[in-house]
Every structure is written in structure tokens, then in C-alpha cells.
């Protein structure tokens, strides 16, 4: 849902849920819900059940796949497959945890109020994504489809779960919008890294050293990419898509 300040203007969704998110109990976990979509009766516990393997000084983040259906609920297909592990340089490459599914145990609720303000170039999944996994927090991942996922002409976000749609969409957009959010990814991670791990911020610095133009920062990328095994998306031909893009700068 989006929030209606009292001026009559409307947030945004990325502020819509972080406004919500900053008035959370703080012994609560939270669930994100779309007001379009449709939960399956035990989406909530099963969730609940999968935070609560999780340490309650560490943050999580639950994410499952979705049933995709058309707007009157007629099932279409499903959304891609979740790796069963992940981590934050696999994070900065491409968002998998899709905001209608996410559930946010209440450490992971504290770690992003402290990472307010939310950024406004990013959707809340991705950011809580990369706020979680660079904090060292646990992505516990689940491939059993949790809710119907309606798919409409007012989609704020849609989704496609063919790879062919996917990578035609990707390719469309074209490197540069991607690489201009990794760019604002990197420097908003930086400007917060008292509440990432030393590995993160330090995967990070590498990373805004190589988005330096020319030749030098070509060539650090080049580096980098053997350097940083992990920095990869998890299917190979969307990976050949990112190295391309990431090389390209």
C-alpha cells in the first residue's frame, strides 16, 4: 500500500513501506503485503517458523516464489527459482527477494530503521535485501509458492517468470540504468557501512574504486570479477548479462 501524508501527496512505495516500517513495534516481525495479491492460509507461519531458526541478535529476511496469476486470479505460471544460499555480493547484482512475500524477523525491522532514510532510487525488497545480507544477516529462501501473485496493467512492479521475457526486458533497459543503480547501491551502502560486516564494506570500497572511468577503472572491473568470485548472479546466462554490463561500466 502506498501511505496518504496529510498534504494530499503520496510517498512512493519504497516510503510508503519504510514510513510503516518506522512505526513497527520493535519485538515484532514483519510481513510486506501488497494490497493486489492473494495469501496462501499458512504464509505467515511458515515464515514465522523460518525466522524463528535465526538467532534474534542476527537479521533475516524470508522470501518465497509466487503463483502468478492474471487479475482474476487464474494461475499463469511461477515465478523464477530461489537459490537455496545467497549473500550480499550476489545481492548487489540482481534483487531475488520479491517485496509481497518478504517477511523481516525484528532484528532485520531494527537494522533498516537505522538505515533510514530509505533510498529513493531503490524498491524496499532490494534494500532490505542488501541491508540484511551486508550486515551478515540470514536470506532464508523457500521455493514453495506462498501467495497468488496478481498480474495486471497497474502493476506497480510486475513479474515474468519466463527467463526469455526476463532477459528481453533486461536488455531492453540496457546497461546503463542498471549500472547507474549499482553505482547509487554502492554509495548509499557506503554512507551506512558502521552497520555492515568488514568484508561488505570492504567488497564495497573495491567496487567504487572500479566504477572510476577509463581505462583504469576498466581494468580494475576486469580484475575484480576474478577477485570477487561471489559478486555473480545465480543463472548463467543473466550472469553473462552482468559481466557484460559490469565490464561496460
Known amino acids: 500500500?502506498?501511505?496518504?501524508?496529510?498534504?494530499?501527496?503520496?510517498?512512493?512505495?519504497?516510503?510508503?513501506?519504510?514510513?510503516?516500517?518506522?512505526?513497527?513495534?520493535?519485538?515484532?516481525?514483519?510481513?510486506?503485503?501488497?494490497?493486489?495479491?492473494?495469501?496462501?492460509?499458512?504464509?505467515?507461519?511458515?515464515?514465522?517458523?523460518?525466522?524463528?531458526?535465526?538467532?534474534?541478535?542476527?537479521?533475516?529476511?524470508?522470501?518465497?516464489?509466487?503463483?502468478?496469476?492474471?487479475?482474476n486470479l487464474r494461475p499463469t505460471g511461477l515465478s523464477p527459482e530461489l537459490p537455496d544460499t545467497t549473500g550480499f555480493l550476489p545481492a548487489m547484482t540482481q534483487n531475488i527477494a520479491t517485496g509481497c512475500t518478504l517477511m523481516l524477523s525484528p532484528a532485520a525491522c531494527a537494522l533498516l530503521r537505522k538505515a533510514m532514510p530509505a533510498p529513493t532510487f531503490l524498491l524496499h525488497d532490494w534494500w532490505a535485501y542488501l541491508m540484511v545480507s551486508g550486515a551478515?544477516?540470514?536470506?532464508?529462501?523457500?521455493?514453495?509458492?506462498?501467495?497468488?501473485?496478481?498480474?495486471?496493467?497497474?502493476?506497480?512492479?510486475?513479474?515474468?517468470?519466463?527467463?526469455?521475457?526476463?532477459?528481453?526486458?533486461?536488455?531492453?533497459?540496457?546497461?546503463?540504468?542498471?549500472?547507474?543503480?549499482?553505482?547509487?547501491?554502492?554509495?548509499?551502502?557506503?554512507?551506512?557501512?558502521?552497520?555492515?560486516t568488514p568484508d561488505a564494506v570492504s567488497a564495497l570500497r573495491l567496487l567504487r574504486k572500479a566504477q572510476k572511468p577509463g581505462w583504469g577503472g576498466a581494468l580494475s572491473r576486469v580484475s575484480l570479477m576474478h577477485r570477487l568470485k561471489q559478486l555473480r548472479r545465480h543463472k548463467k546466462l543473466e550472469q553473462l548479462v552482468f559481466r557484460v554490463w559490469f565490464l561496460l561500466g
Request: glycine share 6%; aromatic share 8%; net charge positive.
Open 136 to 196: 551478515g544477516g540470514r536470506i532464508l529462501t523457500d521455493n514453495q509458492p506462498s501467495l497468488f501473485y496478481r498480474q495486471h496493467e497497474k502493476n506497480a512492479v510486475g513479474a515474468r517468470s519466463q527467463f526469455l521475457h526476463r532477459a528481453l526486458a533486461a536488455l531492453k533497459r540496457g546497461p546503463t540504468a542498471f549500472m547507474n543503480i549499482f553505482r547509487a547501491n554502492t554509495l548509499y551502502l557506503l554512507n551506512r557501512q558502521s552497520l555492515l
Open 1 to 71: 500500500m502506498e501511505v496518504m501524508p496529510r498534504n494530499g501527496e503520496h510517498l512512493g512505495v519504497t516510503a510508503s513501506y519504510a514510513t510503516l516500517l518506522a512505526h513497527t513495534p520493535p519485538t515484532l516481525s514483519v510481513a510486506f503485503c501488497d494490497q493486489d495479491d492473494v495469501w496462501f492460509p499458512d504464509k505467515l507461519e511458515r515464515g514465522l517458523r523460518a525466522l524463528a531458526t535465526v538467532p534474534e541478535s542476527t537479521p533475516a529476511l524470508y522470501c518465497t516464489r509466487q503463483t502468478l496469476t492474471d487479475k
